[in-house]
Structure formats: C-alpha cells, structure tokens
C-alpha cells in the first residue's frame, strides 16, 4: 500500500531552517501531485506548496514561496521542503500527502496522507 513517511522536523530556533522529506512507497507516482500541508494548534490543515511529481510545476499557497521551497528526487522517490527562517508562526505538524488529481490536492483532498513531522520555532 501507499506510504508516505515524512522526517526532519524538530525544535528550532527563530531564524533557523529545516528541511523536511517525505519518503513515498507503494506504488508508481508517475501523474500524481504531491503536497505539503501543515496544520498549527487550534487551526484547520492548510496547503504549504505541491509539486507535479512528473514535470517541475509547482504550486505555493499565499506567501509561502517567500521562505519555503518544495522540490522532489524522482529517482529516490522523495519530496523535500526546505523551509527558511522560520518564525514562531510556522508551529505545526507538517504532513506529505498525495493524489491523482492537481486540484483535489491543493483543495486538501488528496488521496494519501502521511502521519505528520512536527516542527517547533521557539521564539
């Protein structure tokens, strides 16, 4: 079946960076999208960026692009999201998730879900 294991998150400091990867298993992703969301305490889930997993399209929601960058390696079957100074604000579980359908990932509806990464920035 589909897996999704996202790794890297942590405690930081203001300022600081992360870089989060999302291994994915299971099956061919050739035509999926690929996302990344994040959902802080108290918060709904909310789209940080995707990824066209067989062309370099990429899709960033409101000012994310600023500081974050979402990337994959198609060989290792991996997504990357580097994030840069990273505030306070960016408190969340990180999650990767996956679907067949471009408009249905960045509307939050994916088909897979990764458990989550939690990133922590002290302040």
């Known amino acids: 079946q589909v897996q999704l294991v996202e790794s890297g998150g942590g405690l930081v400091q203001a300022g600081d960076s992360l870089r989060l990867t999302c291994a994915a298993s299971g099956r061919s992703f050739s035509g999926y999208t690929m996302g990344w969301f994040r959902q802080a305490p108290g918060k709904e889930r909310e789209l940080v960026a995707a990824?066209?997993?067989?062309?370099?399209?990429?899709h960033y929601e409101n000012f994310m692009r600023d500081r974050f960058t979402i990337s994959k390696d198609t060989a290792k079957n991996t997504v990357y999201l580097q994030m840069n100074v990273l505030k306070f604000e960016d408190t969340a579980v990180y999650y990767c998730?996956?679907?067949?359908?471009?408009?249905?990932?960045?509307?939050?509806?994916?088909?897979?879900w990764g458990q989550g990464t939690q990133v922590t920035v002290s302040s």
């Open positions: 990824i066209i997993w067989s062309g370099h399209s990429t």
């Open positions: 998730a996956a679907g067949d359908s471009f408009t249905r990932v960045i509307n939050g509806s994916p088909d897979y």
